[in-house]
């Protein structure tokens, strides 16, 4: 196995896990509407989320950069998530909303540094190829 498919098969179980992460974020954000005791607030469970929304396309493209700024943007979910898990009733939607947090950033920012490596050694072979 060389390198190349090394990098190339942990940037799609990366992949893999970024998109279960991030529509699993979406999913719990929206179904704060119901299952929240006080109930979210409209604007709190889809103002947010769209944010989210935004990036779906872009990680199913496989896009790297895009992946990179949602790992940033998922620490604001993260925070988020940790707010409403010390909140009395709760607690167990907040730590759930914190984990899909924290999976969307590990595995952006793998998903990100696999596939850069993967495009360096395809480089690098290339390179070596012509030389």
Known sequence: MTEIEIYRQRKRLFHVWLRISLFG?????????????PPATVMGAIGLTLILVAFVWPVLKADI?????????????????????MTEGREVFGIVESVLAAGIFFSAMLFARNGYRELEAKTEALEQSTT
């Open 25 to 37: 974020l979406i999913a719990l954000r929206v179904s704060g509407l119901w299952f929240l005791t």
């Open 65 to 85: 950069k895009a992946s990179l700024w949602l790992s940033f943007i998922s620490c604001l979910f993260f925070t988020i998530g940790v707010l409403n898990a």
